[in-house]
């Protein structure tokens, strides 16, 4: 009875209702390093919804090492979409992607080729994490131009990027918004991202939290991070997670 008692607690003491719309996440099964099976998809999807989510925006990766484009990543999201409303989920998932500054991507944005965005045209993006892109700068301008917001995932991460907050600043000037893992929070990717993301919430440098969830283990680290005291200070944030 006691041991019931607890695991009910436990249970619902899992809210993240405040958040409600989640924008980064690996949740179209065998796309990417994300989940792999239909299964899998839609019980996580479900964990999202038991938590309070009622939107998901999911972003498959676009990368030299997972060669999607928008056609296969629409084709998976409306079969998932199907299994979905067959599970009795009601949670609306929407679709964008995650494109990493890559040739696989530069091509298909050269060419003028369909990209998936959310929102104002908000174009989610990666780069690798050692060494900042050489056209970096360049290709801000270019997706501005083109009506695209650059929106860079995860800042917090590259070793490029953590102690350098002049670079940071600057990147917000030329109109990149920046989105937050909430995970680096519970420690996700070590101390220096945990403590570059408690800077860039301290200077208001936040635009958009995600959990940028692939599997179980990490929808758990997610609930870890809730508990973190800048959890709060970053739900305080005017963040554009409320309004799309
Ligand atoms: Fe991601």
Not at 74 to 81: A, V, Y
Not at 83 to 91: S, V
Not at 114 to 127: D, G, M, P, R, S
């Amino acid at each position: 009875m006691l041991m019931w008692h607890w695991f009910k607690q436990k249970k619902s003491s899992i809210d993240l209702s405040f958040l409600k719309i989640d924008v980064h996440s690996h949740l179209l099964p065998d796309l990417d390093d994300g989940v792999k099976t239909f299964d899998e998809s839609i019980n996580l999807i479900k964990k999202f919804e038991d938590a309070g989510f009622t939107k998901l925006i999911t972003s498959p990766h676009v990368h030299e090492l997972y060669r999607n484009t928008a056609q296969n990543i629409l084709s998976r999201f409306e079969e998932t979409k199907l299994k979905l409303k067959e599970a009795g989920i009601t949670l609306d998932l929407q679709t964008a992607a995650e494109y990493n500054v890559d040739d696989w991507f530069l091509n298909q944005f050269n060419n003028n080729e369909v990209l998936l965005t959310f929102a104002e045209k908000y174009l989610l993006f990666e780069t690798n994490f050692f060494a900042e892109p050489l056209i970096l700068n360049d290709l801000i301008f270019k997706l501005k131009t083109k009506g695209f917001t650059p929106v860079m995932a995860h800042p917090e991460r590259y070793f490029y990027l953590q102690k350098q907050i002049a670079r940071l600043e600057d990147l917000q000037q030329r109109g990149v918004y920046f989105q937050l893992n909430l995970v680096s929070l519970a420690g996700a990717y070590g101390p220096v991202a945990e403590k570059t993301a408690r800077e860039l919430i301290d200077r208001n440098m936040i635009q958009l939290v995600g959990s940028d969830c692939h599997n179980d283990l990490q929808f758990e680290l997610l609930k870890k991070a809730s508990k973190h005291k800048y959890f709060e200070k970053v739900m305080a944030l005017p963040l554009l997670n409320f309004t799309i």
